[in-house]
T-cell receptor
Framework: DAKTTQPPSMDCAEGRAANLPCNHS???????VYWYRQIHSQGPQYIIH???NNETNEMASLIITEDRKSSTLILPHATLRDTAVYYC???????????????FGAGTILRVKS | EAGVAQSPRYKIIEKRQSVAFWCNPI?????LYWYQQILGQGPKLLIQ????????DSQLPKDRFSAERLKGVDSTLKIQPAKLEDSAVYLC???????????FGPGTRLTVT
């Protein structure tokens, strides 16, 4: 079962920041927060992941609360092409534990509108 | 670099028939995954390979589903016989090893009538 809770849908105006929340109140100390997204008719795409520090890459920023029980994915300037289902996943990420699968929930449908 | 390739993209079969899907992962990726995604739900892992060995097949319905990854590169997923509830998108993904991010293929949309 998914260990995260996300709102089922959100809307965002084009050019504005999209802030997608995720609750993971039972996260363990060795579990990372991963974000993937799935554009219609495509496979999921990795966005970003983090353990406890905030992370930023060319696609997005990830803000994790100090207690690690929740996080927010930020798309700084959303475009129409960012319309997708966004999945927040918690997962152990170590080289030796190959059995740690990605468990997807229903995700958040983000609609970017012009 | 080339992404994960899957074929066919679409398949329509009748119940009780058999079907096979093919996946070619990104070159050098040791870990390969097959997921099933039913409409409106997130993907669900069916099986995970590390090279040509199975790491996790706990959610694979083994009475009708089988998968292999000969030589640790390409993989095939087979369903025999198919049921109506097998209608879904079957996604293949690969990663350098089990810890890094996974790269997904476009999927095969299966319709069982």
């Amino acid at each position: 079962d998914a260990k995260t809770t996300q709102p089922p849908s959100m809307d965002c105006a084009e050019g504005r920041a999209a802030n997608l929340p995720c609750n993971h109140s039972t996260i363990s100390g060795n579990e990372y927060v991963y974000w993937y997204r799935q554009i219609h008719s495509q496979g999921p795409q990795y966005i970003i992941h983090g353990l406890k520090n905030n992370e930023t890459n060319e696609m997005a920023s990830l803000i994790i609360t100090e207690d690690r029980k929740s996080s927010t994915l930020i798309l700084p300037h959303a475009t129409l092409r960012d319309t997708a289902v966004y999945y927040c996943i918690v997962r152990v990420a170590t080289r030796v534990e190959y059995g740690n699968k990605l468990v997807f929930g229903a995700g958040t449908i983000l609609r970017v509108k012009s | 670099e080339a992404g994960v390739a899957q074929s066919p993209r679409y398949k329509i079969i009748e119940k009780r028939q058999s079907v096979a899907f093919w996946c070619n992962p990104i070159s050098g990726h040791a870990t390969l995954y097959w997921y099933q995604q039913i409409l409106g739900q997130g993907p669900k892992l069916l099986i995970q390979f590390q090279n040509n060995g199975v790491v996790d097949d706990s959610q694979l319905p083994k009475d009708r589903f089988s998968a292999e990854r000969l030589k640790g590169v390409d993989s095939t997923l087979k369903i025999q016989p198919a049921k109506l509830e097998d209608s879904a998108v079957y996604l293949c993904a690969s990663s350098w090893d089990g810890s890094y991010e996974q790269y997904f293929g476009p999927g095969t949309r299966l319709t069982v009538t």
